[in-house]
């Protein structure tokens, strides 16, 4: 059975920093690639990033968070990180992580909340 749980979340100010993780059983995780998504309420699911798997493990990421955040990935911990700087009250949201297993196959942890306000 997969499972992605995140951590890292909370409450930081304006400005501040969060590294968020996302572990993953239950899946060959060096295999995948790995997404993190975000979601207001009220609003859509968002991409934020991604990080492929191979040699390398490209990176690709949201405009809204291009040069601000920065994905990575540890194959020997199964874990996946979003390190998130210069936080703005708009990134306030719930955070997912999601492994793509085929075209009809994903699955997603429970998220972790983020809020940015002073």
């Not at 951590?7 to 295999?31: D, K, N």
């Not at 990134?91 to 809020?115: H, L």
């Amino acid at each position: 059975q997969v499972q992605l749980v995140e951590s890292g979340g909370g409450l930081v100010q304006p400005g501040g920093s969060l590294r968020l993780s996302c572990v993953a059983s239950g899946v060959s995780f060096s295999s995948y690639a790995m997404n993190w998504y975000r979601q207001n309420s009220g609003k859509q699911r968002e991409w934020v990033a991604r990080i492929n798997s191979g040699r390398g493990s490209s990176t690709a990421y949201a405009d809204s968070v291009k040069g601000r955040f920065t994905i990575s990935r540890d194959n020997a911990k199964n874990t996946v990180y979003l390190q998130m700087n210069s936080l703005k009250s708009e990134d306030t949201a719930v955070y997912y992580c999601e492994v793509q297993i085929s075209v009809d196959i994903s699955y997603w942890g429970q998220g972790t909340q983020v809020t940015v306000s002073s």
